[in-house]
């Protein structure tokens, strides 16, 4: 299969190309340097060149509270971009793979959100990320909404991460234990990609590691795992608070746990739970870490 990857040198994308390369598919990874998405007539004209069967579309603005006062840059590139992506992979034919996020919904919800609840989006980020999806479904005839959360894998920044680093250096630390997700490993969610692109299964999809928790215990977990799997010198003492305690520019969901109906009823792999893939990816970082 011939890809198209944007946003190839992001945190996940580096793991789409990396993860498809390595199931022998073609794939071409494009940073923002060599893809503006903002440009449509770019975006045409390389996708137009390379003719793939399928667009993973990775790129995005994710700062999630800078948004909050750059919203025509965030809507530039989430909606903007989005729709130039789409315009470009329904011209040439292809596939499109719109990664989107848990930030659609509004996170008062008691319950797991499903894949067609309504969005209710509060923070411009997640309102730019949901102006995405609608174009995505209004412009591509072939489209994968892929939804997922609170992600984190080798590259670049993120809470894992973090959090090891605060870990081995702060005394005291406290963690929010009223918001509670799934933390999803890159390289899982880049393997479940893999298998939804190859088939005609279109819609809008939920896609996080099985479980859920919240950043408090997420954290215990780091903690707990970076001492037994890497032998890690944790010194901080870890204590839960709440949002309020730690207000920020941009509203947080206090419920980002999405049900998984559309990955179960179109029979594929549902992601394993997020304790296994926590403790994988520490490993391989690990492992990264001592080279």
């Known amino acids: 299969m011939k890809v198209l990857v944007t946003g190839a040198s992001g945190q996940l ?56 006062t750059d919203v025509d840059r965030a809507y530039q590139v989430n909606a903007a971009g989005t729709r130039n992506m789409a315009l470009a992979a329904e011209k040439a034919g292809a596939k499109l793979v719109y990664i989107s996020t848990d930030y659609v919904f509004d996170g008062t919800a008691e319950q797991p959100y499903h894949e067609y609840d309504n969005t209710n989006p509060q923070s411009i980020y997640g309102k730019s990320k949901r102006a995405g999806e609608v174009l995505t479904q209004t412009l591509s ?85 970076a001492v037994e799997l890497l032998n890690a010198k944790i010194k901080a003492t870890l204590e839960p608070c709440s949002t309020e305690q730690f207000p920020r520019p941009s509203a947080r969901p206090r419920n980002s746990v999405m049900e998984h109906i559309a990955i179960r009823t179109n029979g594929l792999h549902d992601l394993r739970d997020w304790r296994e893939a926590l403790r994988d990816f520490l490993k391989v970082y690990l492992a990264n870490s001592s080279k």
């Open 141 to 225: 005839s072939r489209y994968f909404i892929v939804r997922t959360s609170w992600v984190y894998g080798l590259h670049g920044n993120n809470f894992v991460k973090t959090m090891l680093k605060l870990g081995q250096e702060k005394p005291h630390l406290q963690v929010v234990n009223d918001q509670k997700g799934s933390p999803t490993y890159t390289v899982d969610l880049a393997r479940f990609l893999a298998e939804l692109v190859q088939t005609e299964k279109y819609g809008v999809y939920h896609a996080s590691n099985s479980g859920s928790c919240t950043w408090y215990e997420f954290t215990q977990a780091i903690f707990r795992d």
């Open 13 to 68: 994308g580096q793991d789409v190309v990396s993860v498809f390369q390595a199931q022998g598919h073609d794939v071409l990874g494009y940073n923002r340097e060599q893809l503006d998405i903002t440009n449509l007539e770019q975006a045409v004209k390389i996708v137009g060149q390379y003719q793939p069967d399928a667009v993973i579309h990775c790129a995005a603005y994710t700062a999630v509270d800078a948004a909050e």
